[in-house]
Every structure is written in structure tokens, then in C-alpha cells.
């Protein structure tokens, strides 16, 4: 499978527990994107990178998450001290930075569930 | 700021043709996409407009109008398998650079 792959797909942690999501990309890609995703609402932006530069940043994340892409290709997201209000699901994206549409790519997503 | 509006939902019977609009506003556009999302999956894409006008994609068609901050996405010969969110989304260099930022989705729900 040559798609956008992310793990765990389920994660079910206790408040204040750290978590960490894992994305691999499609291998050419050179754009990787971070999404939030609450039930009936559309993906929220988190976060995106062009191959190890992170280059934006949602207002909305808080300092309690943090993306890394070390070497430009997986990238990780790690969320600390979670709270209920970060059960989500959340989705990475790829893309390819130039020659067309931009069009993003979406994993299956990791959901994750705060107790 | 960022604010795409479309509807929360819509229905329809098979073999209808359907209308999803979508409005926005934007400080940098440069792009809108349409992607449908099943129930508990990934979103998949649909369309791309980034010029005015009509894009015809199969069953599926996606208009915009820069200058209205409006776009739809037009569903034709509409199928049991079309039920869907349809999730209408902006590339806005201003705001988040080449990420798209996504409005809430419309659940359309096709019945027989």
C-alpha cells in the first residue's frame, strides 16, 4: 500500500497521560499536514511541514502539542498532559509541493479517546 | 479570518440531480477543493477550482465564482453509495500557507 499511513488508529489514554501519533506519508511527498477532526465537524488544521521545515502553525494548537518531521519523510505528534477536550480524530495529509493541484492526500486517521 | 459556510444537511432520492453550495472568505485565495468523507473514513478528493467557472468531473461537477466567494458542487444520477459528508475547502496562503482549511461539511443522505 503506497497511501498515507498513520499509527496507532486507536488509542484510548487516561487524562494527563502523554500520546504520541505516528504518519508516513506517501514517499514523494514533500508536504505533510496534521488535521483534527470532530464528530460532524470538518478537519481543523493543526499544523504542516515542507519537508523537515515546519512552516505553520494553527493558533489553535496549543503548546502542549508538538509535530516533528526529523528527516523530511515520517513525522510524529505528540500530545502531553492530554485532556477530554483532545479526543479526536486526527488526520494527516500529504502532498506534493509543486506541478499540481496541491490536492492533499488523507490517511485513515488515529483516533484518540481521553478518559 | 477564515469562514467557509455550507449546509449542515441535505437529502435526495437516486437518479436526482443535487446542489451543495459553499460560501467563503478568503485574504489570500489561491484554491478550492471539494472532498467527500464516508462515514469513519479518510476524506477523499473530489474536484479543484482556482479559476471562475465550471469543472466537470464524471457525475460530478464543482463551480466557482472568485469574485462571489461562492462555489458548489453539483452531484448528477445521484447513487445509494453518494451518501457522504461533502466537505468544501479553501487554500488560503494568508492563513495557513498551502494547507486547506476546511469548512463543516454537508451529510447528504441519498434514499432510494
Known amino acids: 500500500d503506497t497511501g498515507v499511513s498513520q499509527n496507532p488508529r486507536h488509542k484510548i489514554t487516561k487524562r494527563g497521560q502523554n500520546v504520541t501519533f505516528r504518519c508516513d506519508p506517501i514517499s514523494e511527498h514533500n508536504r505533510l499536514y496534521w488535521y483534527r477532526q470532530t464528530l460532524g465537524q470538518g478537519p481543523e488544521f493543526l499544523t504542516y511541514f515542507q519537508n523537515e521545515a515546519q512552516l505553520e502553525k494553527s493558533r489553535l494548537l496549543s503548546d502542549r502539542f508538538s509535530a516533528e518531521r526529523p528527516k523530511g519523510s515520517f513525522s510524529t505528534l505528540e500530545i502531553q498532559r492530554t485532556e477530554q477536550g483532545d479526543s479526536a480524530m486526527y488526520l494527516c495529509a500529504s502532498s506534493f509541493g509543486t506541478g499540481d493541484t496541491g490536492e492533499l492526500f488523507f490517511g485513515e486517521g488515529s483516533r484518540l479517546t481521553v478518559l | 479570518g477564515q469562514n467557509i459556510d455550507q449546509p449542515t444537511e441535505m437529502t435526495a432520492t437516486e437518479g436526482a440531480i443535487v446542489q451543495i453550495n459553499c460560501t467563503y472568505q478568503t485574504s489570500g485565495f489561491n484554491g478550492l477543493f471539494w472532498y467527500q468523507q464516508h462515514a469513519g473514513e479518510a476524506p477523499t478528493f473530489l474536484s479543484y477550482?482556482?479559476?471562475?467557472g465550471l469543472e466537470e468531473k464524471g457525475r460530478f461537477s464543482s463551480f466557482l465564482s472568485r469574485s462571489k466567494g461562492y462555489s458548489y458542487l453539483l452531484l448528477k444520477e445521484l447513487q445509494m453509495k453518494d451518501s457522504a459528508s461533502y466537505l468544501c475547502?479553501?487554500?488560503?496562503?494568508?492563513?495557513?500557507?498551502?494547507?486547506?482549511?476546511f469548512g463543516k461539511g454537508t451529510t447528504l443522505s441519498v434514499s432510494s
Open positions: 475547502a479553501v487554500r488560503d496562503y494568508s492563513q495557513a500557507g498551502t494547507a486547506l482549511i
Open positions: 477550482n482556482v479559476l471562475d
